[in-house]
T-cell receptor
Framework: DAGITQSPRHKVTETGTPVTLRCHQTENHRYMYWYRQDPGHGLRLIHYSYGVKDTDKGEVSDGYSVSRSKTEDFLLTLESATSSQTSVYFC????????????FGPGTRLTVT | AQKITQTQPGMFVQEKEAVTLDCTYDTSDQSYGLFWYKQPSSGEMIFLIYQGSYDEQNATEGRYSLNFQKARKSANLVISASQLGDSAMYFCATRPEDTGTASKLTFGTGTRLQVTL
């Protein structure tokens, strides 16, 4: 258990509304990540952070923004949700050397109607 | 760019038997890491095992072992003595192994394993 929580765990929203998902960690890890999981695609990286206010884009970043104002919190925002953003969203942290393996939060199921 | 291919969308294995889940990878990086994750029906992602590209020995973690064949670019997961609780989706993933950078994982599409009595 890497002390990662995500909120909300489930959300239904309408097309065009803004949505913010929160990831909270308790172990002071430097790196945090947001992934989305869709059938047939596995997990794909949206954005990641390598420190407070330091973020970068992943493979599928269009339509998403992130912010990290504190080490423990990493926020994912959908500025104007679309049906294609219906997905399960996972937050993760990575441990240090030598393996840098990632540990994931429980996920947030987002449905955009 | 990195790519992971898992060609088995679904597998069946009898309880107590061993099973191999296939994973091939494509990367231009000289140094990289390989990972396997388990996702039970409850949805959480569970880290199972890691193999570094320069590790000479295959990684093992309890009943899990990683059959790493670098020349063939394969990193198959072997589960010995399967249990009903092993029924889940299994994902292979890779990342470049540059130290000091983010551990950006590239995942395969997964293999669904069903353990039967």
């Amino acid at each position: 258990d890497a002390g990662i929580t995500q909120s909300p765990r489930h959300k239904v929203t309408e097309t065009g509304t803004p949505v913010t998902l929160r990831c909270h960690q308790t172990e002071n890890h430097r790196y945090m990540y947001w992934y989305r999981q869709d059938p047939g695609h596995g997990l794909r990286l949206i954005h990641y952070s390598y420190g407070v206010k330091d973020t970068d884009k992943g493979e599928v970043s269009d339509g998403y923004s992130v912010s990290r104002s504190k080490t423990e919190d990493f926020l994912l925002t959908l500025e104007s949700a679309t049906s294609s953003q219906t997905s399960v969203y996972f937050c993760a942290i990575s441990r240090d050397r030598p393996t840098y393996e990632q540990y994931f939060g429980p996920g947030t199921r987002l449905t955009v109607t | 760019a990195q790519k992971i291919t898992q060609t088995q969308p679904g597998m069946f294995v009898q309880e107590k038997e061993a099973v191999t889940l296939d994973c091939t990878y494509d990367t231009s990086d000289q140094s990289y890491g390989l990972f396997w994750y388990k996702q039970p029906s409850s949805g959480e992602m569970i880290f199972l095992i890691y193999q570094g590209s320069y590790d000479e020995q295959n990684a093992t973690e309890g009943r899990y072992s990683l059959n790493f064949q670098k020349a063939r670019k394969s990193a198959n997961l072997v589960i010995s003595a399967s249990q009903l609780g092993d029924s889940a989706m299994y994902f292979c993933a890779t990342r470049p192994e540059d130290t000091g950078t983010a551990s950006k994982l590239t995942f395969g599409t997964g293999t669904r394993l069903q353990v039967t009595l």
